[in-house]
């Protein structure tokens, strides 16, 4: 897995800035490693799709664990104009952006989840 394209994923398309990751190094490799893991090939870990992947999980925990998440609304302010994120807000377009991330680098995982449920007759 390709931890260093992550963090700069992380730093281009989600505007963390290096001391914020390097502060959360340990979720970020973890994240890697359970991703690692999960790989079809090794030579996947620097697939784009799987690396976008691992931002995404990586943005989703890092969000959770922020003080932005859970100082409840934030808010930014420009002259007249002002925006208002809500928590479920941030957190909504976090999750969608982790799925969309996680359907693409699907074909270079393997699915480690399996449902069973009991049949009756």
């Known amino acids: 897995m390709d931890e260093v394209e992550v963090l700069r994923q992380l730093q281009t398309v989600y505007g963390y800035d290096p001391a914020a990751l390097q502060t959360a190094g340990a979720a970020i490799e973890s994240i890697c490693l359970q991703f690692a893991a999960r790989l079809k090939k090794p030579e996947y870990g620097s697939h784009p799709a799987v690396v976008g992947a691992a931002a995404a999980a990586c ?22 104009v002002s925006v208002q994120m809500s928590r479920s807000a941030m957190l909504e377009a976090a999750e969608r952006l982790r799925a969309e991330s996680f359907a693409a680098a699907a074909p270079y995982l393997c699915d480690d989840s399996f449902l069973f449920m009991q049949v009756t007759a």
């Open 59 to 80: 943005h989703f925990r890092l969000l959770l664990q922020s003080d932005q998440f859970r100082d409840g609304t934030t808010v930014f302010k420009a002259g007249d």
